[in-house]
């Protein structure tokens, strides 16, 4: 960024400024560019709505223009209870994009005929859409079906789960029956060949055997065990971790062996594009591929980036990288292939 450009001497510091920015980035990822593409790790990321740019055709909208080596895209958020009428009408659906029904389904037809594997879900929940009590699912399944995506996202979050320690020393929560009921809700309705996604929380797996004294101890400790022991919860076909704001002490590789544990599926560490507040690490390129690293002896390991077009504030660079440089970052150290498409 040319911070003076009324200085002479500043007119080409904003070209130099990149250059050195993008150095150490260039020197990572040649260091870690692979032989030969690893297929087979999941790599989804978040497409955030509400930070969409406008468009009016599909070929201009971000999510037609993404690059092949994500192999889901999650495009947030939906309202559990959602009110769809039908006819491609989004205005109460919870999704947030600044255009119309008609072009998001054109746009998510595009990215599929770009790139067939790549799945497109509706994420549903978040952490402001908490209405699961309501859960629509008939609503949920017409705009699927009607947006030509090809499943679910269960982003299941509670402020108060409820959670704590039996005597036998099981996690039990308050928060159980209803996890359980929705993924077995959302499954009936939708059944393979539609896929069906879950996030779990942070400590989501921990509380219990191995993992009983793992840190950091919060409320949402084992608060995803019961939906993980439960059928439902084994017919999922990815899970994605929120390794993320989970305080210094959080280790992401350890969370991925607790969940291991009980989920046999594929599996997502997630990176967060934006600060967290509770003073855990930044993802910085090295520590999000450092990360990646320590979870690569497992074949089904992959990666969750939240979220698409979003900020992280000020300069961008290798400390303070932007979803594009993450994303790049993310798809070298997963062996993915072509990782430096470009990222609308």
Not at 7 to 31: K, S
Not at 46 to 62: K, L, N
Not at 195 to 220: I, K, Q
Request: charged share 15%; proline share 10%; aromatic share 8%.
């Amino acid at each position: 960024m040319v911070r003076h450009q009324d200085h002479a001497a500043d007119h080409h510091a904003g070209p130099r400024r990149a250059v050195r920015l993008l150095t150490p980035l260039l020197a990572l990822l040649a260091g870690l560019l692979p032989a030969q593409a690893e297929p087979g790790r999941p790599f989804l990321a978040y497409h955030t709505s509400w930070s969409e740019t406008p468009a009016t055709t599909p070929e201009e909208t971000s999510i037609a223009r993404l690059p092949g080596y994500y192999t889901h895209v999650a495009l947030s958020f939906v309202k559990p209870d959602l009110v769809y009428p039908g006819g491609l009408d989004l205005s109460a659906t919870g999704l947030q994009y600044p255009y119309s029904g008609a072009v998001l389904k054109d746009a998510i037809a595009l990215l599929k005929a770009r790139h067939p594997a790549m799945r497109v879900l509706l994420s549903v929940g978040g952490s402001t859409y908490l209405r699961w009590d309501a859960l629509n699912v008939d609503a949920l399944v017409r705009l699927v079906r009607d947006l030509g995506a090809d499943g679910v996202d269960i982003d299941y979050e509670t402020g108060q789960p409820g959670c704590a320690a039996l005597p036998s020393g099981r996690i039990q929560c308050s928060s159980d029956a209803l996890s359980v009921q929705v993924v077995e809700a959302i499954r009936a309705a939708l059944p393979p060949p539609f896929a069906v996604a879950a996030a779990g929380w942070s400590v989501g797996a921990y509380g219990e055997g191995n993992f009983v004294s793992a840190r950091p101890r919060s409320p949402w400790t084992g608060s995803m065990l019961a939906m993980l022991r439960s059928p439902a919860g084994q017919s999922l076909d990815l899970v994605t971790i929120m390794s993320y704001d989970a305080g210094p002490s959080y280790r992401p590789d350890e969370a991925l062996r607790a969940y291991r544990a009980y989920y046999k599926g594929p599996l997502a560490l997630g990176i967060q594009v934006q600060p967290g507040t509770s003073g855990g690490p930044r993802f910085t390129l090295d520590y999000t591929v450092r990360m990646l690293r320590s979870v690569e002896s497992d074949p089904q390991a992959g990666a969750m980036l939240y979220g698409l077009r979003l900020a992280p504030p000020g300069p961008p660079g290798p400390d303070n990288p932007d979803y594009r440089a993450l994303s790049t970052a993310t798809c070298v150290a997963l062996r993915l292939a072509d990782c430096f498409a470009s990222v609308p």
